[in-house]
């Protein structure tokens, strides 16, 4: 089971880091992955880490500004957002799959968080 957290009201420029927990199973198996859902709009592809994270990925949007991390010991998966822009503004979901290597499509992912709004405000 993820839970997504950390989600929240900010301004363009401003930083924000979000979490996704993970509970019940041997999280340092799985990758993990974040997606976003904008009103509107399908999901999309953020940031994806390996399951000892040393390889990490990221959707054309947010490259060089986010960041996604892990920490195998506290079955904790992290996304640093630097930078924020008004489109930006979604709801943020972290999943997982067990598998190696780097995983960007969401229909990979067999689990999912409930997700976490983000909004950015100009």
């Known amino acids: 089971q993820l839970q997504a957290s950390g989600g929240g009201l900010v301004q363009a420029g401003d930083s924000l880091s979000l979490s996704c927990a993970a509970s019940g199973r041997a999280f340092s198996s799985y990758v993990v992955g974040w997606f976003r859902q904008a009103p509107g709009k399908e999901r999309e592809f953020v940031a994806t880490?390996?399951?000892?994270?040393?390889?990490?990925t990221y959707g054309g949007p947010v490259k060089g500004r986010f960041s996604i991390s892990r920490d195998n010991a506290k079955n904790t998966a992290y996304l640093q957002m630097n930078d924020m822009k008004p489109e930006d503004t979604a709801v943020y979901y972290c999943a997982a799959v067990p598998t190696f290597g780097l995983v960007t499509d969401a229909s990979k992912y067999g689990s999912w968080g409930q997700g976490t709004l983000v909004t950015v405000s100009s």
């Open positions: 880490i390996s399951r000892a994270g040393g390889m990490t």
